[in-house]
C-alpha cells in the first residue's frame, strides 16, 4: 500500500472488514436452515429468494472463504461454517454415479442443470483444497483428487494443450459450453484456464504429485505463451481449440487477479526461470491495467474494447483483486504508483462498496455510484471470495514479519 500510510492501521481495517462486516453476513444470512445448503438469492436488503438455484460455483467459493479463514484465523465459528459448507458440496452437488460436481441444483438438492462445467470443478477443486489444507479432512483430499483425475480424462487437450470448457452430465463435450449468455461459445477461455490455475496451486500445496506438478507448469506456460498478449499487456479471453483468438476485449478485473495468481502458481510450483518470467508478467499485467483500467475515483472499471469501455458501471470482484494486484506489484518493483493505486482503490471500497447498514459489499454500483438492485448480495454467482481472499491476502502482505518477494 501507499508508503506513507500507517501499517498497523490498514491491517486493523483489513480484518475488521473481514471480521467484522464480511464473513458474519455469510454465517448469518446466507445459510439456508429449512432445507440446507445456502439460500438461492438474498437481495441487498435481505429479502430471499430460493427459487433461483444453487449453484456449485457458490458452494466451492463459501468453502473456499471460511475453510481459508479459519486456517489462518483459527476461530471456531469459522471451521463450523466450513464443515457445513463441505457436507454441502460432497453430498448436494457430487454427482455419484458420473463423478463431478452438478452446475446447478434447486433448493431441495435436485439437479436443474446436470452440466459439468470445467470451471466448476476447478473451484470444487480450491474449496477442497483449501479445507484439507485447514483440516487434515483426508476425505477433502480424495474428492480433490477425484476432480484433478476427472479433469486430466475429460477436460485436458493433448493436442494443443490447455483444458477445454465443460462436459455433459457423462463427460462428453458440450455443444454450447458457454458459463453465461455473456461469453462467447469457445473451446477454451482465459477465465476456466486462470481458475485452473489457481486450483492446482491450491491442490500442489497439499498434493505433491508429479504429473499435478507437471499439468500447473503447462497452464503456467500457457498463460506466457497464447493468452496474455505482450504487445498490450492484457489477456486475451476467447480461444478456438488451436489458441486463435477469438475476442479483442478486455477484462481489467482478471488482468488484475490473474498477475499475482500467477506469480502464486509459480512460487508453488518451484521452477526460479518460471518464478522469475511469472513476476515480469505479473508487472507487465499490473502496468496495463494501471494505465487502461482505473477510473478518476481510484476504481477499476470491468471491461473494454478496442473502440473503448464496454461497462462503466463497477462490480465488486475486480476492486478486491485490484488491491492485492497493485500491491503485489509494488512489492515486485517498489514503484509507489501501484502502491497508490492499491491504497486509493481500497479507499474507494470503503466509502463506496461497503454496505454499512446491512453488510458485506454490494456487488455491482451503477454509473452514478448507486447500488444495482438486480445483482444480489448472495446468488449463483455473488459470493464471498474475492474480497474475503483480499483481507486474508493484506494481513499476511502487511505483516512486518512476513519475508519479502
Known amino acids: 500500500m501507499d508508503q506513507t500510510t500507517n501499517t498497523p492501521k490498514l491491517r486493523e481495517q483489513f480484518r475488521d472488514e473481514l471480521t467484522q462486516n464480511i464473513l458474519p453476513f455469510w ?21 430471499i429468494d430460493n427459487k433461483v438455484p444453487r449453484s456449485a460455483i457458490l458452494s466451492a467459493r463459501v ?36 463423478g463431478g460436481l452438478y452446475w446447478l441444483v434447486d433448493r431441495h438438492g435436485a439437479a436443474v442443470s446436470d452440466r459439468k462445467h470445467h470451471y466448476a470443478q476447478a473451484f470444487g477443486i480450491y474449496g477442497l483444497s483449501a479445507f484439507y489444507r485447514a483440516t487434515g479432512d483426508a476425505e477433502s483430499l480424495d474428492l480433490a483428487q477425484q476432480l484433478f483425475e476427472l479433469l486430466e480424462r475429460h477436460a485436458f487437450d493433448p493436442n494443443h494443450g490447455g483444458y477445454f470448457e465443460g462436459s455433459t452430465r457423462d463427460w462428453k ?47 503456467i506456460r500457457m498463460f506466457a505463451d497464447h493468452i496474455i498478449d505482450r504487445s498490450s499487456g492484457h489477456m486475451l479471453l476467447f480461444f478456438d481449440e488451436r489458441w486463435q483468438s ?16 500467477l506469480q502464486e502458481a509459480a512460487e508453488a510450483n518451484g521452477d526460479a526461470k518460471q518464478v522469475g518470467q511469472a513476476k515480469q508478467l505479473a508487472v507487465l ?72 447498514t446491512h453488510g458485506d459489499w454490494f456487488k455491482r454500483l451503477d454509473l452514478d455510484g448507486t447500488p444495482d438492485p438486480l445483482r444480489h448480495k448472495s446468488g449463483p454467482w455473488e459470493c464471498p471470495y474475492h474480497h474475503s481472499r483480499m483481507c486474508l491476502e493484506m494481513l499476511n502482505r502487511l505483516d512486518s514479519s512476513r519475508e519479502r518477494v
Not at 28 to 43: E, F, P, R, Y
Not at 191 to 214: G, K
Not at 318 to 325: D, F, K, L, M, N
Request: hydrophobic letters at 40%; charged letters at 25%; one cysteine or more.
Open 27 to 47: 454465517m448469518t444470512h446466507a445459510i439456508d436452515k429449512s432445507n440446507g445448503g445456502l439460500h438461492g438469492s438474498v437481495a441487498n436488503d435481505l429479502q
Open 63 to 98: 468453502l473456499w472463504t471460511f475453510s481459508a479463514a479459519y486456517g489462518q484465523l483459527r476461530d471456531p465459528a469459522y471451521l463450523t461454517m466450513a464443515k457445513r459448507q463441505f457436507e454441502d458440496l460432497k453430498h448436494t452437488f457430487w454427482d455419484a454415479q458420473h
Open 173 to 219: 463435450p458440450l455443444e454450447d459450453a458457454r458459463l453465461s449468455d455473456r461469453d462467447l461459445d469457445s473451446k477454451k477461455s482465459m477465465n476456466t484456464m486462470l481458475h485452473l490455475l489457481e486450483a492446482y496451486t491450491s491442490l500442489l500445496r497439499i498434493w505433491d504429485d508429479a504429473r499435478l506438478r507437471m499439468q500447473l507448469d503447462a497452464i
Open 246 to 261: 477469438l475476442s479483442k476485449h478486455v477484462s481489467f478485473g482478471h488482468d488484475i487477479e490473474a498477475s499475482w495468481l
Open 285 to 356: 499485467l499490473a502496468r496495463a491495467v494501471l494505465r487502461d483500467g482505473l477510473d478518476h475515483d481510484g476504481s477499476l472499471f470491468s471491461e473494454a474494447t478496442p473502440q473503448g469501455m464496454l461497462d462503466e458501471g463497477k462490480d465488486w470482484w475486480p476492486q478486491a483483486e485490484a488491491v492485492v494486484g497493485f500491491h503485489n506489484a509494488f512489492e515486485l518493483t517498489g514503484d509507489p504508483s501501484f502502491a497508490q493505486a492499491a491504497f486509493r482503490c481500497w479507499k474507494y471500497v470503503q466509502e463506496q462498496f461497503v454496505d454499512r
